[in-house]
């Protein structure tokens, strides 16, 4: 069945070093990505989205690049702040709409001072 | 932005009773989802809703469990009866057709 992982459950940096949180994948369906954060005490919000290979989306600093090939899509930023601590989930879907996401088990970043 | 409020944010409940969970979408959203989180594990998909009809569920969304939107009011999951591995948080969700999906902050379900 579909999945996605990813393998760190926690990662802390110190605020201005740069971060990257593995998520990879597996499908039969030509596949849409998202990034989702959640702040302590608040509701997932969507961070990242992608469906085009080999092309980087960008937001609020945060930036990611699906990879068909690799069946990866990462997220990165090149210097992280105290406010970027959270936790990050990578999900799947097979669909613009109709919502059907398979999540990754959540990296919690911790950036200290 | 746009808001998923989720009502309560705890519930204890005692094995055996019925619950109900609420969840006042988005206003203009038509597609609504469940999804259930166990502590220190992922979300998984319980369920979508669209047109007052459950379009998909997943082979979590158990016989005890039903959902549905009485007159455009709250967003419902009801699980009847509960059991002790129904503890867990559920997220509500909701969006418009290929739209952005806004989650709740979710409701933490203790039975005991």
């Known amino acids: 069945g579909d999945s996605v992982t990813q393998t760190e459950g926690l990662v802390t940096l110190t605020k201005g070093l740069p971060v990257m949180l593995n998520c990879t994948y597996q499908t039969t369906y030509s596949p849409f990505l998202f990034w989702y954060v959640q702040h302590l005490n608040e509701a997932p919000k969507l961070l990242l989205k992608?469906?085009?290979?080999?092309k980087r989306t960008e937001h609020q600093g945060f930036y990611a690049t699906l990879h068909k090939s690799s069946s990866s899509f990462h997220l990165q930023k090149s210097s992280v702040q105290l406010s970027d601590s959270a936790l990050y989930f990578c999900?799947?879907?097979?669909?613009?709409?109709?919502?059907?996401?398979?999540f990754g088990a959540g990296t919690r970043l911790k950036v200290i001072a | 932005g746009p808001k998923v409020l989720q009502i309560p944010s705890h519930q204890i409940i005692d094995m055996g009773q019925m619950v109900t969970l609420n969840c006042d979408p988005v206003?203009?959203?038509?597609?609504f989802y469940w999804y259930k989180q166990i502590l220190g594990q992922q979300m998984e998909f319980l369920v979508n809703?669209?047109?007052?009809?459950?379009?998909?569920k997943s082979k979590l969304f158990k016989d005890q469990f039903s959902v549905e939107r009485p007159d455009g009011s709250y967003f419902t999951l009801k699980i009847q009866p509960t059991a002790l591995e129904d503890s867990a948080v559920y997220f509500c969700?909701?969006?418009?057709?290929?739209?952005?999906?806004?989650f709740g902050k979710g409701t933490r379900l203790t039975v005991v």
């Open positions: 809703f669209y047109n007052g009809k459950v379009m998909e």
């Open positions: 992608s469906s085009t290979d080999n």
């Open positions: 999900a799947l879907s097979d669909r613009t709409g109709n919502y059907k996401y398979v």
């Open positions: 206003s203009n959203h038509l597609y």
């Open positions: 969700a909701s969006s418009r057709q290929g739209g952005e999906v806004f």
